[in-house]
């Protein structure tokens, strides 16, 4: 249930009931995880939260330094500030080294590009201006503005944001320009790999409704851990099935379109726009209503709204909900209803008729919907 703030409700289906009530979402991002989780649950998700990695600074990394130094030496025509933690982190390590005033300077000097509006900030609060920013807030669109001018000869700095950018480097090598990369931190796996690898597991066994991701590198630490525990298939499985993934943007979604992965990325890449697509997305794909011995079950998640009120389910019960209405009126066996829900923790048919009970208590007078079949099973009364 929603941990914090006011909700937010959804109107998809004009129920007055928060849009992501009963679904459970997965955060892989390190920085502004509590910013995301915070969003997610005012429109009533539950969060698990698992950073797929952390962020290394480079204050004392010799690379960081050669690269600030090569900026000071020589003249710098154009600099390319893709992040605002990455931005002002280089001039907090060039402050530690006593280098900072030289480097404003040569910021100051040179035509200054930024890659989105955090980043555009940075340097504000540095005392400094940019040129130019992408609409788009991406760096193809950056890039594609610089290659529309005569590059050849400049001397351009690119500020990476934890891993190398090889198109964009390259491509300015092309154009004839000397580019200095400026390594400001790095990505690594977390210190914990644990929380990742109970992610993996959510995946797998159908506990996540959708996970999140802000980043390439958090896409390609996830897969590398399921990999490492012989789980990859089945991860890709699940995000190819019924677990949906949600990337902030085209380049944190690449390493899933290429393994065939559909993906969901709101126009605009901000976390607040990648709430509200995931808000918009998960009830139109995984919303049921039905009717039945007179009344109208929404079922979206671990939740269910009858006749408009809302009731939470325990991850079993929700399991034998989900698979009574995906075909209401069906009537299904214990050994299906076990087949179907056992990744849930089912064990033996005789769990799945306590499991029934304890579903037909929770909706209350609306548990006559689930009718016994004498010696089939179990099944949705619809008219």
Known sequence: MPSSGRPEFGDVAGTGVPALLGFTVGITAA???????????RRGARVVQAPAL??????????????????????????????????????????GWGLGDGLRDRLAQARLFTRGPKVTGAVRAAGLSECWSPRSESGAELMGHLLDTDLAGLRIAVQLHGEPLPDMVEGLRAAGAEVVEIPVYRWEPPEDLRPVRRMVELIVTGGLSAVTFTSAPAVLSLLRTAREADRLDETLAALR???????????????????????????????GALVRTLSDELPRRRVRTVEAAGHVLRVQGAAVIINGEPVMLAP????????????????????????????AGLTDEH?????????????????????????????????
Not at 31 to 41: F, H, M, N, Y
Not at 318 to 338: I, K, M, Q, Y
């Open 316 to 343: 079993k019960t929700a399991a034998v909900l989900d698979a009574l209405t995906e075909r209401p009126g069906r009537v299904l066996s214990r050994a299906e209803l076990l087949r179907r829900t056992g990744t």
């Open 54 to 95: 952390r962020i290394v600074p480079l204050a004392d990394d010799g690379k960081l330094l050669a690269a600030t130094r090569a900026c000071l030496t020589g003249r710098l025509d154009v600099v390319i500030a893709t992040t605002a933690i990455g931005f002002r982190g280089w001039l907090e390590a060039a402050e």
């Open 351 to 383: 769990a799945v008729e306590m499991t029934v009970a304890r579903l037909r208590t929770a909706l209350g007078p609306a548990g006559s919907a689930v009718q016994t079949v004498i010696k089939r099973g179990y099944r949705l009364a619809i008219a």
């Open 241 to 271: 099935g019924d677990v949906l993934a949600a990337c902030v943007g085209p380049v944190c979604a690449a390493p899933l379109v290429r393994e065939g992965i559909p993906v969901v990325t709101p126009e605009r890449y901000r976390l």
């Open 31 to 41: 920085r502004r995880r509590d910013e995301l989780a915070s969003l997610l649950e």
